[in-house]
T-cell receptor, first 114, second 112 residues
Framework: DAGVTQSPTHLIKTRGQQVTLRCSPK?????VSWYQQALGQGPQFIFQYYEEEERQRGNFPDRFSGHQFPNYSSELNVNALLLGDSALYLC?????????????FGPGTRLTVL | QQQVKQSPQSLIVQKGGIPIINCAYE??????FPWYQQFPGKGPALLIA?????SEKKEGRFTISFNKSAKQFSLHIMDSQPGDSATYFC???????????FGTGTRLTVIP
């Protein structure tokens, strides 16, 4: 049974560029959440997708956007990259809304902005 | 504003020792408190969790102690092993919420 998978593993971009990160949820899960984990910090909630809609958003600017596809996979897009966007981006999946008690995290995508 | 405060930032113990990691929260609406373990290059993995209706929960060598009046909870690792060396995060959320609030993490090193 495949867990949460994310791609790519690592990514290097320059300031001002745009990036797209991808996530496939654990088999049977239909809800995807994205978190940003800066170096030496705990993960911070970006947003959550359920039924192809953004359901809740954390304190992140509109440069951060997302999408969920009918097969429940998800993308995180970040526009106009800043140096401060360098972080590990984690995807977590669960079955249904309001199920933070069953969130499974993927290994993350390490984004470096130069 | 940090919703969950975690200490210490790092911890070194000998094999067999009992490391203790502490967390505190302010939001009294929080009613679910998980601990996550993260190894380098991996995502956080749920270790153990507690709800405020109990003061202690044990799963194997891991124990959570919960003090509702003080709004504090802690993780104890009994008979720690070198394989327990990882970063540990406490977190908190409330029923019906869609997101977890994480502490800043504790890097644990268990020396053989």
């Amino acid at each position: 049974d495949a867990g949460v998978t994310q791609s790519p593993t690592h990514l290097i971009k320059t300031r001002g560029q745009q990036v797209t990160l991808r996530c496939s949820p654990k088999s049977g899960h239909d809800t995807v959440s994205w978190y940003q984990q800066a170096l030496g910090q705990g993960p911070q909630f970006i947003f959550q997708y359920y039924e192809e809609e953004e359901r809740q958003r954390g304190n992140f600017p509109d440069r951060f956007s997302g999408h969920q596809f009918p097969n429940y996979s998800s993308e995180l897009n970040v526009n106009a990259l800043l140096l401060g966007d360098s972080a590990l981006y984690l995807c977590a999946s669960s079955l249904g809304l309001h199920r933070t008690d069953t969130q499974y995290f993927g290994p993350g995508t390490r984004l470096t902005v130069l | 504003q940090q919703q969950v405060k975690q200490s210490p930032q790092s911890l070194i113990v000998q094999k067999g020792g009992i490391p203790i990691i502490n967390c505190a929260y302010e939001n009294t609406a929080f009613d679910y408190f998980p601990w996550y373990q993260q190894f380098p290059g991996k995502g956080p993995a749920l270790l153990i969790a507690i709800r405020p209706d109990v003061s202690e929960k044990k799963e194997g060598r891991f124990t959570i102690s919960f003090n509702k009046s003080a709004k504090q909870f802690s993780l104890h690792i009994m008979d720690s092993q070198p394989g327990d060396s990882a970063t540990y995060f406490c977190a908190a959320t409330q029923t019906g919420a869609n997101n977890l609030f994480f502490g800043t993490g504790t890097r644990l090193t268990v020396i053989p």
